[in-house]
C-alpha cells in the first residue's frame, strides 16, 4: 500500500551535517505517523525520531537531541532527518518507516508499531 524510498546518506566527517529524505508513494500520506530508525553495523535497529502525522509533535531517543531534527511535507510525501554535529557513533544503516496508527511517547521506540519500511540508507561518519 506504500512504498518508502530514502536517500541523502554518504561519507561525512566528524561535526559535519547530512539530510535524510523519504519519499513515498502512496497517496494517504498524512494519515501515517512517521519514524526513522538506524542499526549501527554489528547491532539491533534502533529508534532516531518520530513525527506525528498531523500535530507535528516529535519524539527524539537522547543521544540526537539538539543535533537531529524530524520535519515532514505533506503535501510533497516526504519526510526528512536533519543531521548536524555527526559522530561516528551515528554511523549505520538509517531506515524510514510509517505507521498506520498514532504514535505516543511510549509506542514511537517500537519497531513493530510501523507498519512500512524503507530499504535503508547508508550514513557513515569518519573520526
Known amino acids: 500500500q506504500v512504498q518508502l524510498v530514502e536517500s541523502g546518506g554518504g561519507l561525512v566527517q566528524a561535526g559535519g551535517s547530512l539530510r535524510l529524505s523519504c519519499a513515498a508513494s502512496?497517496?494517504?500520506?498524512?494519515?501515517?505517523?512517521m519514524g526513522w530508525f538506524r542499526q549501527p553495523p554489528g547491532k539491533e535497529r534502533e529508534f532516531v525520531a518520530a513525527?506525528?502525522?498531523?500535530?507535528?509533535?516529535?519524539y527524539y531517543t537522547d543521544s540526537v537531541k539538539g543535533r537531529f531534527t524530524i520535519s515532514r511535507d505533506n503535501a510533497k510525501n516526504t519526510v526528512f532527518l536533519h543531521m548536524n554535529s555527526l559522530k561516528p557513533e551515528d554511523t549505520g544503516v538509517y531506515y524510514c518507516?510509517?505507521?498506520?496508527?498514532?504514535?505516543?511517547?511510549?509506542?514511537?521506540?517500537?519497531?513493530?508499531?510501523?507498519?512500512?519500511w524503507g530499504q535503508g540508507t547508508q550514513v557513515t561518519v569518519s573520526s
Open positions: 502512496g497517496r494517504t500520506f498524512s494519515t501515517y505517523a
Open positions: 518507516a510509517a505507521s498506520r496508527g498514532e504514535l505516543d511517547y511510549r509506542r514511537v521506540r517500537d519497531l513493530k508499531e510501523y507498519d512500512y
Open positions: 513525527i506525528r502525522r498531523l500535530d507535528g509533535i516529535t
